[in-house]
């Protein structure tokens, strides 16, 4: 288990991390943490190692581009000191290309500019702290090679894989996960839209990132 | 223009068409039509052909298989006594096997029932009327031969269009407009959860269904 | 077809226009342009045009003058830079001077500011795009010579065809449009409280645009 | 006056009686005879003609016809048992003939079951009392050669003269005291949809009902 | 009739006169006259006077004092610029003597207070008009030698009509015209909690004002 | 104290009593009692006599009169069984005759019905019990000979004392509870409507209450 | 893992079961399940073990105690003929004589019900299935001496556990489970009011529940 | 009895002197004292002592901790001016070292601090008033050694009775009054989570401050 006493541990991320959490503070209990992975990690963590004291506080706001990340780290994660931070970003990035309408340009984030904001934040987080978490942006679809935001979502992925690599962040396959699931549960039965996981979505969501962080089940 | 002075043209199926009608009777001003696909032909029949005096009536029910039409089909067609009747039917008999959940058969209605429900039902409207319309049930999402559900529609659509050509009605192929589309504008763009069409959709399937029956857009 | 690849095209007007409109800005999916003609004209856009991207603005206001118009162009217009821009403005100018009450006349816009006004925005506009399209602003009652409001409507009207006249904008008559109608269905068929119209009276304005700008229904 | 002390007075008819009553009787303080004209005749006869006491029931029901009232006579008028009673029906007798929508003919009630069931329901209730009131429907709406529902409100209005006369009811012809306004007054300022009065319809049709009955302003 | 053409009327009070009128500003139709006497002086004025055109304004606000009135006199009353100005206030000055509590002095308006600042308030509006309309405010109680409440409201009364006399503002004196009804009436079905009028109340309130103004019912 | 353990003490009565109690049945925990008098006697009998156990009931109904008492006495008192029985009727049996409207008379229950069934209730449950507890039925309002409704209901409070006296039940004479807080407080400040009263005026009930069971303030 | 592939668990109890389950059925997506430790119970089974398409149904029903489980057993359990039935149950049974208010013995259910009943249920299930787990009703406050309804919780407890020794059933000691948790966390941060638990508790539930049947979490 | 005619008594707290008053200022009639013991404190006053005219002041709000209350002192405690002037503050200072969640240090209020505060606040005041009353912040729970916050709080209270003692204010001893009634009456019975009591915790704590203040029950 990677975590210790009393640290502090920081979601920020769009809609599939915020899942109606309170604001603009997301931490403490009547459901402040929201009700998906999120919430899903603080009572595991509660419940198997209670006496680690672990904080845990949600940050993220539905809608959010990697752009509109950017405008308010200062703000939601710099100044609330994190030991862990784990990012999960880019599904409206690429859904705006493809649904609200494609044709509104300046609502897209095409891939060189998430790239480039994306590392930038991860490094000005770095100068607080190494335990850095980056998980894919999940899309709930299953692999095709005609259907264009699929693809386009990978790309995505594999730049989150570099800059993980790059910046010595622990790396989450989301998509991996949710890869084993789909040989006998069809897409729609994890996420209605395949873009927003419903319970089953969030508990491998979670399963994901608590097996990264060395968390014990069977303690 | 097939349809005749003071003729009545019900339509009949699931959420699709349902689309918020006014319950028991859909027929009406004041959205009593719902906001789908049938409001979109009835507002164009009295735009463009006011003196012919159309009556139309919506009998959707959100959620419906053709199992259910057959429970309600002596009180909401039988009895209407239609001139023209619209059907399109079967997302729900397939969804049932993918979504929510899987698991439960007894939710399901496999092609066999299918095919001999609407054959049926079908047989039992041409004592009343010859003037029958099909519309396979569309599922928007990209044709990919990995996605299991995409491909069981196709089949249930070939039913439609089988039974269709047995029993001399006419057929309005849905995914084939759908397709067209789809070369410029992604799945999700027209439906959001790929069953459920938005107003771009609803055109598409008005549009199908207009021109099946001669309608005259300069008129 | 005169609308080309990637162009947006802005609406602005009234109640009509409207329609409950996401605000402040109406544009994208979800209910977003309204319930009303700009939503059917959009939908026949993007099914009928999907390769060409038109993007589609709603920037209606309910209870709008021409005076309230000229108050928000720069914000509304001029800062959106439409590639086309359609005018409905004048219901409510005249409007106040015969309902709620009569007797107030600082809500009245008579001929001459309506004229002036309305003038020199499309004069404003023009230096941005060459793209116009005015249209008369509707009133759902039958030609009548004793009915007041009916006969300064059409003089407003007038006023419309000699500006799109002399600055050489499109022209849109949509009281022909709904005249062609009227000689089936009573004017309450279409519009309730015969200003503000129905399915079927908002399909009559969007058949009468998408005709003036060579819209092919055939597509 | 031709009240006398501790008589009942029964109005029955459609919304324009209606308007909010209490249901299923429409009888008290706290609005329970709705805010329409039956309010403005109680509050007067109670503010001029406190001693007598009289007894005013609302037994309006929004949306009825003439068969409407037929089918429920005998619950809400004879077992009332009124001393007076006053009838005023049939706009939405006349209205389904043009609105919502005109082809649904069994909506219709045409002028000769209009006339022969209003007659039988008099005869009936002249078993009970000799103090009946007709009222003609009004339809807020300039007169017009060219209006057809103007027409034939008309032609409705007739009949229930031609039945006060043959009956010996009291008649009060609404539309005479509403043309003395419209002079003035614009019809979209006393009833929004030509149908539903305001607070100034309402005054007019409360006044014209408190003259016929020889109420005495000034008291 | 005293009112001219075209003249505003504008009636400032408390909850009495704004009976949940439209704020800010209480003018037009759809209620925005609030349903109280107010809105029945106006009906009655549009029906038998609709050539004079009379704006009525009601500048209404539950709660108020004299000491709230003096507050907003110039935003509401004088920059209105009214031909006809009526007032009606007290009720609330006295009221919180009596009631929540009364050991709240500094919400009590005294005796003094309430003629000193109604002086002021009624010469610096006759700077504007010299018609204005003093209404004492009423109390629905039974005259009652050992209810403290009745007598000091009726102390109050007696300033409005000194004040009336001084300053020559015609003088509506609301509690002879309850007490009149009051012989076959008891209060409590005039007003549920002696203050607050219902329909007979208020009519028995704009009885009073129309009387006062010369209205000729009978027109 | 009268009351011994594990007694069930039953409140009957109308509004006052009702107080937004839980129905059908109004015993336990959160506001089961309503709001009124009954709480505050049961949270004091909680307080002060914890080691007794005394089980609590409501069943006032509001709007209730002594004739509505009858029609659920069988279900609502005698199947019960409550080992004492405290009833408070009659306020609605004279307010009928005064208000709502005062012209309706099959509304109001005259002293002689009052008494008789008020007798005959009490007569039926003494053969359950002999701890009956009459409560006068309270009316805000300063006495008055020009008061009505006052020496009315006056009239109704001795016949609830003759009976008690007949009758052998406890006598709690209400209105002399509030006679003397009237010498310091006006009636408006205790009952809003002179009928319902607030907490101060709940608190003077359940005082009186309290007393005559002989119940020890400082235990 | 003791489920195979295909199996029915049907979840029966109280609130703590409940937790806002779709009603009268609880399965499906949608939250059918509610948002209790049911609902994280099915999302693993769907997570860790998709091949086995195991059906999750939940009949929990708040405020239920076992002489409710009774009533409906025949309709909510031997019609659902469960492959594996889950049984928690007597919270309320013992609450009742606790809380609101001990003094309602009808509400009660002795140990002596509670212990005969339960065990008449599951002989009854036993006829259809081995495979029944009892779960101690948990109790969210800390040992204590002095606390009468810990202690009636545990001896209600031991009964549990007696019955699935005696019949054959998996046990499930939730208590035990808790107890670990105490020792770092304070009862009121896992249950509020020490009944209901919020996500933390229902995590703490579903880990027993999934370690009981041998459920693999690193699978 | 030591409040004297027309002095105000001032209560400042958290949610158990918070209870819904009406804000900003809570004072009046119409539930403006909430539904707590302060409600019914002001209720026995008035009651029993209507000749005094005591105002009493409710400024607690929900969630305070004394550092809150020291935010807020200058404008809700001594701009008020008060001549009596009652606190009960600390459970939150208690609970959030306990509660949601005990990590989130920043938000716990530890006894120093407390001690400090509180003492500060008290002197400030005592230049007003020499009239202070303390109270214990009450814990519903059973006194328990394994209880940790239960322990807690009494060390807080202690504080409270030790700031008493130093600075000469009446000290009331909540925990006392409590737990005489624990004896009888279960903690769950008074208040639900142990911390918001129902009407027996409040009228407990009513009858505590009563008490303190020399009231006389039997007046």
Redesign the interface.
């Given at each position: 288990m990677l975590l210790e006493q009393?640290q502090k541990l920081l979601f920020i991320g769009d809609s599939v991390t915020d899942c109606d959490r309170a604001k603009p503070h997301g931490?403490?209990?009547?459901?402040?943490l929201g009700?998906g992975y999120v919430?899903?990690v603080?009572?595991?963590l509660?419940?198997n190692y209670?006496?680690l004291?672990?904080?845990v506080v949600n940050k993220g706001i539905s809608g959010n581009t990697v752009r509109d990340l950017k405008a308010r780290w200062q703000e939601d994660v710099i100044t609330q000191n994190p030991d862990w931070l784990s990012i999960m970003i880019g599904i409206n990035d690429v859904?705006r290309q493809?649904?609200?309408?494609?044709?509104?340009k300046d609502h897209h984030v095409y891939i060189e500019e998430y790239q480039e904001t994306l590392t930038a934040l991860v490094k000005e987080s770095k100068l607080q702290t190494e335990n850095i978490l980056l998980m894919t942006p999940p899309y709930y679809i299953?692999?095709?090679e005609?259907?264009?935001?699929r693809a386009k979502m990978d790309q995505y992925g594999k730049v989150v894989k570099q800059i993980a690599e790059e910046e010595g962040c622990l790396f989450i396959d989301t998509q991996a996960a949710f890869n084993k699931?789909l040989?006998?549960?069809?897409a729609?039965?994890i996420a209605?839209?395949?873009v927003h996981p419903?319970?089953?979505g969030?508990?491998?969501l979670a399963?994901a990132f608590l097996n990264k962080i060395g968390f014990d089940?069977?303690k």
């Open positions: 009393r931490e403490g209990l009547f459901h402040a009700n919430s899903i603080d009572a595991f509660k419940a209670p006496e004291g672990i904080r859904w493809f649904d609200s309408p494609p044709f509104i299953e692999i095709n005609n259907d264009l935001m699931i040989k006998n549960l069809y729609a039965t209605w839209d395949r419903n319970e089953i969030h508990t491998i399963k089940w069977t």
